[in-house]
């Protein structure tokens, strides 16, 4: 009999090629080139790569796959991916299974139909996908289909970047360049790599299929464009870390299992703030890898989700006055020989490398803040930013006691001592004394340092990680790389150093904050340091073609000017549409479901009126109630047809920057005081007629 748990690793990774399966069917000398192409030491030759795609073919055929696809990330921050089966016909009439080098290697989906920011006309249509080595194949199970899922990045005919992928992947090489030059120069002769890591958290709500079925807000728009406040909400603090419900708890089980299975780490599940929210983080990979497993997991969250007759939603904020969603971003940087380049260890003042690579992420987040800004603006997460539960829109730097109190000593000429933790005692005799971090936890935060790692904390949940990682790694790339230009040219390696370090910890002392970022005093406080401020999604996208951030981008090799300008384009276009796809909806339910049931309500509060006062009786208050009920029909009416003129005028407009500015100007506030009236209706309308599952149905019943 097996014990409990050994299934579990079986099941792991079981449907992955992954390194133990590749070194039992792959030759050896294959398999030796294919290490070395992953490593980024050389190319992949044919040869091998037919022998490679053949293998793959056969593992993917014995779990009873009869497809293969290149899978990848086009600009609309979900995945795509187009089936090709393994048949051959043969001349004789009948069929073999065959799948090439070439085929692995290389796919060729129509690409016209994705967004391209203008980097590509619709006739021209041919993309290209490449597989990303990187990242390990695997088998997906979709009902009855299995299909084999071939990780790629893609771009156009004449090869720019039309993914999340390909940046990422730049990204990366450029921050290994950068940061082996330093770990060089600074006398470290064993580490060859280094790789950007990634653990993300992902925020999601669950709520009960059928109520989902009922809002077409949810269904089209993925957050509630009505719904009055529930009488309870998240005040009680009873749902953070709470017991799991049983249906729930059944859900995250499938989940891990699904999870698992494609190799992805599923490691920590809870319940978060509001009611009907939850978490998963998986154990840290390498960027790319965790990229792409965060991908496979929003997708797998809703496929279980279904299943248990819940449906997952993932917008950063479904719930006005509950909070919302985000996905902190959880970043360090780890050479081949496995020295994490974050990690204080216990006298950190004394630790170079240490010292180095810590100012290097500071002064990058201080001089970049406002494209790391951009890097996770979009529409829902305007919502989030800076509502006290989330980090403000202000970009800053948390690092504690422990390390402010050195990048204070840097600052006057180097550091002598590190403060430590000790001891912490509990007062009870059967407990034990724990050993505390020198640094406490600050959940405030934006950007805040972990202990052996920084927590990016404004990342959206719906958003791909990509972006941001992408953004950080090339940023930090930027410093890295003035920082080796320094020290490579240096008679005194270490005198040098400690520069650097003086030079980073006096200038850049304005980007540390320890304090709580949910207050108007840090507003103003920034404001007098100087720290950019940017609420306005638009605002924030509308930085991101700045000359420094052109610069940095090309000269690291990580996106070209008309690769920026494009997704600079989309992401406006993006953030119009979404706008846009809200209003129509809005209108839709504002007449279709909501003015009716309110019309309804009121012509019976007209048959009470008329039925009492027949009856001889004072109709007094029924009347009242019937006015009340009326003008805010008038109101609403009215708002209506305001949204609906505001939204004619922006549908007209083409330039991207201005069409978003007016969605922004113009029609959020006009959907603001429709929503509001509604709300009020809601308050008012006999619960029976109410058209649409009320917040508290939708948060608490299970
Ligand atoms: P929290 O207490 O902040 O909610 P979690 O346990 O939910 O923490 O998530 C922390 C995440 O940080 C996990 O995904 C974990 O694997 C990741 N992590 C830990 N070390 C590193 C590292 N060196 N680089 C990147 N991510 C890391
Ligand atoms: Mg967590």
Redesign the pocket.
């Known amino acids: 009999m097996k014990k409990p748990g050994e299934s579990i690793t079986e099941l792991f990774g079981s449907n992955v090629f992954n390194d133990i399966v590749m070194r039992s069917r792959l030759p050896k000398d294959v398999y030796k080139s294919l290490k070395k192409t992953i490593e980024g030491n050389e190319p992949l030759d044919s040869a091998s790569a037919n022998v490679i795609a053949n293998a793959m073919k056969d593992w993917a055929v014995e779990k009873g796959a009869a497809h293969f696809c290149h899978w990848f990330q086009p600009m609309t921050g979900s995945t795509a991916e187009k089936h090709d089966s393994f048949i051959s016909p043969t001349p004789q009439g009948n069929t073999i299974m065959e799948f090439s080098g070439k085929e692995l290697s290389q796919g060729e989906p129509d690409a016209s139909s994705f967004p391209s920011g203008g980097l590509r006309a619709t006739f021209e249509a041919r993309g290209y996908t490449a597989w990303d080595c990187t990242s390990p194949v695997f088998i997906k199970e979709d009902g009855n289909n299995t299909t084999l899922y071939i990780p790629s990045a893609f771009c156009s005919y004449i090869g720019h970047a039309l993914d999340k992928k390909t940046p990422l992947l730049r990204s990366m090489d450029a921050l290994n360049k950068q940061a082996t030059r330093v770990l060089k120069a600074l006398g470290n002769t064993t580490s060859k790599r280094v790789t950007a ?5 992902q925020e999601y709500f669950l709520i009960e299929r059928s109520f989902y079925k009922n809002r077409l807000d949810l269904v089209l728009t993925g957050r509630t464009l009505f719904g009055a406040p529930s009488p309870r909400g998240q005040e009680m603090d009873d749902h953070y870390f709470g017991p799991l419900h049983e249906r729930v708890a059944s859900f995250m089980h499938e989940l891990n299992l699904e999870l698992w299975k494609l190799g992805v780490s599923a ?2 599940q809870h319940n978060e703030v509001s009611p009907s929210q939850y ?1 998963l ?4 990979a390498t960027v790319n890898v965790a990229t792409d497993h965060n991908q496979l997991v929003m997708e797998t969250l809703k496929k279980v989700a279904l299943r248990h007759d819940f449906v997952c939603l993932l917008h950063e904020k479904p719930f006005v006055g509950v909070n919302g969603s985000g996905k ?1 971003t ?3 940087m ?1 050479t081949d020989d496995g020295i ?1 380049l974050l990690e204080p260890g216990q006298t950190p003042h004394e630790d170079m490398v240490f010292l180095v690579m810590l100012c290097a992420v500071i002064k990058a987040v201080d001089k970049y803040s406002k494209l790391l800004r951009a890097s996770v603006a979009n529409s829902g997460n305007e919502h989030r930013l800076g509502a006290n539960e989330a980090p403000p829109a202000i970009v800053s730097v948390f690092l504690g006691d422990q390390l402010s109190d050195i990048f204070d000593q840097l600052a006057v000429g180097g550091a002598k001592s590190s403060k430590q933790g000790g001891e912490l005692k509990l007062g009870v005799s059967t407990l034990p004394p724990l050993p505390k971090d020198c640094t406490d936890r600050n959940r405030t935060s934006p950007f805040a340092f ?1 202990g ?2 920084f ?1 990016f904390r404004m990342v959206g949940s719906t958003q791909s990680t990509s972006g941001p990682m992408f953004v950080l790694n090339t940023i930090v790339a930027e410093v890295l790389c003035k920082i080796a230009d320094e020290l490579e040219k240096a008679r005194n390696v270490k005198a040098a150093a400690q520069k650097i370090l003086q030079d980073i910890a006096t200038k850049h002392r304005k980007i540390i904050f320890n304090g709580d970022n949910y207050t108007d005093e840090w507003v103003e406080d920034a404001e007098r340091r100087g720290l950019p401020n940017i609420r306005s999604t638009v605002t924030s996208l509308e930085t991101i073609m700045d000359k420094d951030n052109v610069a940095i981008f090309k000269k690291h090799g990580v996106l070209t000017e008309a690769e920026l300008h494009a997704r600079t384009e989309i992401l406006l276009e993006a953030y119009s549409m979404s706008i846009n796809i809200e209003a129509m909806t809005m209108l839709n339910i504002s007449k279709r479901q909501i003015l009716p049931a309110c019309i309804e309500y009121s012509s019976s509060l007209g048959d009470a009126v008329c039925s009492v006062s027949n009856a001889g009786v004072d109709a007094g208050t029924q009347k009242d109630m019937l006015k009340d009920v009326c003008n805010l029909i008038t109101t609403m009416k009215k708002n209506i047809s305001q949204l609906e003129k505001a939204a004619t005028k922006a549908g007209k407009i083409a330039d991207a920057i201005k069409q978003a500015r007016l969605y922004r100007d113009q029609i959020i506030p006009a959907m603001e005081v429709l929503r509001e009236v509604a709300d009020k209706l809601e308050t008012v309308v006999d619960a029976e007629l109410w058209p649409i599952p009320t917040y508290a149905e939708m948060l608490f019943l299970k």
């Open positions: 890591t990634l653990g993300p958290e490691k920590t978490e983080a998986p154990v840290f902190h959880n970043w360090s780890v994490n972990t052996n790692r927590e």
